[in-house]
Structures are given as C-alpha cells and as structure tokens.
C-alpha cells in the first residue's frame, strides 16, 4: 500500500530579515543578533557554503542603529590580491596599469554603515596588515595614494573554517583573529537545524508556486524521506536548488522521488566516461582548465562547474600555485 503522502504542517515558521526557521536554536540566534546588532562591535559569523551568512549580515545592519546607512559585501575569496585591495581601499589614477580614474573601494562607500567581507579567512597576509590598521585607527591610504583617508565602518566578516586553525598554520593573523572577532555568530548546519528541512522545503516550494511553472500541493512519502535523510552539504542553498531541479524536471501536484537530484536518490552523479574521481584525476582537472583560461580563475571555475570560491579552496588543498 502506499505511502500518504507528505502535505504542509500546521505550525508555521518563524521568518527573521529572510531567514526562515523552526529550529530552537536558531530562534536563539535571532535573539542574540538583536542584542549584537545594537553595537558597533566587530562580529565574526561562522558557517558553512549555503547556511545564510550574508543574510545574518544584513539583518545586524538593519536591526542596527546603521539602517539606512550604506551597507556593501564583498567575498575575499572571489579576487586575485590585487583586485581585493583595490575593491577594499580604492585607488588613484595611475597607481597600476589600467587605473585610469580614481576609485574609491568599499570602505570609503560604506563610510558610517557597514561592510562584510565574506571568507575573510582567505584574505592575504599583506591585505590582513592594511585591514588591521583600519580596525585600529579607522583609516587606510588608497593605493597610488599619499594621504590617508578616515572612515567609520563596522565589520562584519564570516569564515566556513575556524580562524584559529588558520592562525596555527600562519594564514592568518593572531592580533587581527582578535580585531574581527569581538562577538563570534556561529550558523549550524541545515542537517543540524530540528525541523528545518520541512518548513524551508514548504517555504521554497511556495515561491516556486509563484512563478507558475508548476503547483506543487503535498510530497511523496519517500520523497520527504529521503529529504529528511539527506545530510545537506550545501544546505539552505542545495535545498533550494533541488527544489528548482524539480519543478524543472516534474510536473503535476505532488513532487516525487524521481524528480529529485540523483544525490537525494541515493545515485552517484553522472560522469564523464574516463573522469577520475581521485586526488591526481582532481589536480589534471584543475590544472587542465587553469590552462585553457590562461590562468583566470573566475573562468576556470566555470569551466569546472563550481565556485571561485571552491576552486580556490581545491587549490590549496592540492597546493596548486
């Protein structure tokens, strides 16, 4: 006999500045946002691909005596060091080949609001001296530049890796770990987050019902099952995106197992005949689309079908120049 299927539960979700939660512990961490977003303190966020951090980032400049004020983001795994110290610092006409005006980067913009800066456990060692000058005197010279320039900026800055681990193996810089986190937010996991699952599956299928390709009303039991088993690698992000998979591929009223992503199904993705699957298949990999790009990373992660950020990640952990 089968299964009845899987239909919207009764209790509604807590939506906080996007973010959508009936997990206690979340719940907890909104409550302690507001206390933090009171002040000026340096927050640290902690979480992993996909959990939120920039939504947590945004919702302390809102709840903040900043709102309104400018608020930028900016991820420091994205950019060679020379773009990441311009986009943070700005520049002045002539200071490199190709600065042709001048530029004022993401501190002098976001001058008495608020700017996050996304993975700043990649930021180079150089570009973490200028960073920790700022925090200690509230002011930077841009690059080409003589003069210094004052700004009011809070941080706020997120990590997926311990920032000390990074400070052991001199990545980072101890007295700066110190600097950005003055109050550490930690975001667990989806897999982590009771009852989360279902209600941001409910909450995603609602927008998907909106854009009218398809009107989802119930899951099929070992659908949901499978959902609910799943340990959610790219969280909040994979979720939405195996919802999108499915309303792509399916159709009719209720979602099924066979419309979710081969992962959900317990099947390995397919391959390419002859694609290694090992460290060295991994690094051919890499080094073959670092060469057909000439080097550029932002290309070669598409290429590969990932993000700048991953492919930076890979890199170091294959000790790829």
Same mark, same amino acid.
């Given at each position: 006999?089968?299964?009845? *299927?899987?239909? $919207?539960?009764?209790?509604?979700?807590?939506?906080?500045?996007?973010?959508?939660?009936?997990?206690?512990?979340? !719940?907890?961490?909104?409550?302690?946002?507001?206390?933090?977003?009171?002040?000026?303190? *340096?927050?640290?966020?902690?979480?992993?691909?996909?959990?939120?951090?920039?939504?947590?980032?945004?919702?302390?400049?809102? @709840?903040?005596?900043?709102?309104?004020?400018?608020?930028?983001? !900016? #991820?420091?795994?994205? !950019?060679?060091?020379?773009?990441?110290?311009?986009?943070?610092?700005?520049?002045?006409?002539?200071?490199?080949?190709?600065?042709?005006?001048?530029?004022?980067?993401?501190?002098?913009?976001?001058?008495?609001?608020?700017?996050?800066?996304?993975?700043?456990?990649?930021? *180079?060692?150089?570009?973490?001296?200028?960073?920790?000058?700022?925090?200690?005197?509230?002011? %930077?010279?841009?690059?080409?530049?003589?003069?210094?320039?004052? =700004?009011?900026?809070?941080?706020?800055?997120?990590?997926?890796?311990?920032?000390?681990?990074?400070?052991?193996?001199?990545?980072?810089?101890?007295?700066?770990?110190?600097?950005?986190?003055?109050?550490? !937010?930690?975001?667990?996991?989806?897999?982590?987050?009771?009852?989360?699952?279902?209600?941001?599956?409910?909450?995603?299928?609602?927008?998907? #019902?909106?854009?009218?390709?398809?009107?989802?009303?119930?899951?099929?039991?070992?659908?949901?099952?499978?959902?609910?088993?799943?340990?959610?690698?790219?969280?909040?992000?994979? &979720? $939405? #995106?195996? @919802?999108?998979?499915? %309303? =792509?591929?399916?159709?009719?009223?209720? &979602?099924?197992?066979?419309?979710?992503? *081969?992962? @959900?199904?317990?099947?390995?993705?397919?391959?390419?005949?002859?694609?290694?699957?090992?460290?060295?298949?991994?690094?051919?990999?890499?080094?073959?689309? &670092?060469?057909?790009?000439?080097?550029?990373?932002?290309?070669?992660?598409?290429?590969?079908?990932?993000?700048?950020?991953?492919?930076? $990640?890979?890199?170091?952990?294959?000790? &790829?120049?």
């Amino acid at each position: 006999m089968r299964a009845r *299927p899987h239909r $919207r539960p009764e209790q509604a979700p807590t939506i906080f500045h996007g973010m959508v939660t009936v997990a206690p512990e979340m !719940l907890q961490l909104f409550e302690l946002m507001q206390k933090v977003a009171r002040t000026d303190a *340096p927050v640290l966020v902690r979480g992993e691909t996909g959990t939120g951090k920039e939504l947590v980032a945004r919702a302390l400049h809102a @709840l903040g005596p900043r709102a309104g004020r400018p608020y930028h983001a !900016l #991820n420091c795994a994205t !950019l060679t060091p020379e773009m990441l110290a311009s986009e943070l610092f700005g520049h002045v006409r002539g200071a490199f080949t190709g600065a042709v005006r001048d530029r004022p980067g993401l501190f002098r913009l976001a001058d008495r609001g608020t700017l996050f800066l996304d993975e700043i456990a990649e930021m *180079p060692l150089h570009i973490q001296a200028q960073l920790l000058r700022v925090l200690q005197t509230q002011t %930077f010279v841009p690059l080409g530049a003589s003069e210094s320039v004052t =700004v009011d900026v809070r941080l706020v800055s997120a990590t997926h890796q311990a920032l000390r681990e990074a400070v052991e193996t001199r990545r980072f810089r101890e007295d700066l770990m110190y600097r950005v986190r003055v109050v550490p !937010l930690y975001l667990p996991r989806l897999a982590e987050r009771a009852g989360d699952v279902e209600a941001l599956t409910w909450h995603l299928i609602d927008q998907l #019902n909106g854009r009218g390709w398809r009107q989802v009303e119930a899951i099929a039991a070992d659908a949901m099952e499978a959902m609910l088993e799943y340990e959610w690698p790219g969280n909040v992000r994979e &979720l $939405r #995106n195996v @919802l999108e998979y499915a %309303f =792509v591929i399916g159709d009719g009223p209720e &979602l099924r197992l066979d419309e979710l992503t *081969p992962e @959900l199904r317990g099947e390995a993705p397919p391959r390419r005949v002859g694609e290694a699957t090992d460290e060295a298949g991994e690094r051919s990999r890499i080094e073959e689309a &670092l060469l057909k790009t000439r080097g550029r990373k932002g290309e070669a992660a598409e290429l590969l079908g990932m993000s700048r950020s991953t492919l930076w $990640r890979k890199m170091r952990e294959l000790r &790829l120049p």
